[in-house]
């Protein structure tokens, strides 16, 4: 039993453990992640745009997800993890592809790359008091100094309606730098830090594929599909099975119309709903 609970232990730490390069987006909606299928097997994911496609394929990358969770709200749905272990060339092809890719960098799948999460000694030392340029300034010089050497943008309260003293000197930190580079140099301020954590990623399957409330039949379909929803639909997006975008339309009729004229095969149909909600749904045509 204990050889078995120490198989177990080792397992969940190498998981744990990781490596991707994580991605992020210019744009959430431009080369974000869908499911990729030529004959219904050997599903895997890949991108909605066909440059970055052309990269995975050279690497022959066949996880390509969305890394969920992260705390800074402009940066949903942009952050993308590539789980594996690929040569720097990778990430230099990826980084030099700029206008859909904004960064590029080796990481850990279980973290995000440039956030932490920390606590500050006291209430009232490090608080955030504005900007200089784009870098955060608080109340404490040599805080200051960090953030400026590691390009901190974002400095914001975890529970800001908190009565907690504990919760209210939680904070999370953003940066254009490498986490684990920042959370070196905050831990060596001992005297404003009291502890940092790593942000934890959740991993969004497949910008949430087929949710319970909208349903798509017949799926296969053989000249046009209903559906049914909850929400109201503001725009439908079809991509094929290589990423690229083939129908894109706010009318119903304009969709059937379309989907009608499509060849046997696997499709992705994208939903945008007027609550600003996006989904994913696997679409095979007869």
């Known amino acids: 039993m204990k050889k078995i609970l120490l198989l177990l232990l080792i397992s969940n730490l190498i998981l744990a453990q990781q490596p991707d390069v994580e991605i992020r987006l210019v744009n959430a909606n431009v080369g974000t992640s869908i499911i990729y299928n030529q004959n219904q097997v050997n599903e895997y994911t890949a991108s909605n745009d066909a440059g970055i ?6 690497y022959g990358v066949r996880s390509y997800i969305i890394k969920g969770g992260h705390l800074y709200q402009p940066y949903s749905g942009r952050i993308i993890s590539i789980v594996g272990v690929f040569p720097q060339q990778f990430v230099n092809d990826l980084s030099a592809y700029t ?5 590029a960098r080796i990481s850990d799948k279980s973290y995000f790359s440039d956030a932490l999460n920390l606590k500050l000694v006291n209430l009232n030392i490090g608080t955030p008091i504005g900007y200089n340029g784009n870098i955060v300034v608080t109340n404490n010089t040599s805080l200051n100094q960090i953030f400026q050497n590691n390009n901190v943008f974002y400095f914001a309260q975890l529970y800001p309606t908190s009565t ?20 070196a140099d905050l831990n060596n301020l001992i005297s404003v830090i009291e502890s940092t954590d790593n942000v934890g990623a959740a991993y969004l399957s497949n910008n949430q594929f087929e949710k319970s409330k909208t349903t798509i039949s017949p799926n296969p379909f053989l000249n046009i599909f209903s559906i049914e929803t909850e929400e109201v639909i503001s725009k439908y997006i079809i991509f094929d099975s290589t990423g690229k975008q083939i129908v894109s339309t706010s009318n119903k009729y304009e969709l059937d119309n379309q989907v009608s004229k499509l060849q046997t095969g696997f499709y992705i149909l994208n939903l945008n709903f007027e609550n600003g909600k996006a989904s994913n749904y696997k679409l095979v045509k007869k």
């Open 99 to 103: 206008s859909v890719v904004e960064s």
């Open 53 to 58: 496609n052309t990269i995975l394929n050279s």
């Open 164 to 183: 907690s003293n504990v919760n209210l000197r939680s904070y999370t930190a953003v940066c254009n730098c490498n986490a684990n580079s920042l959370k």
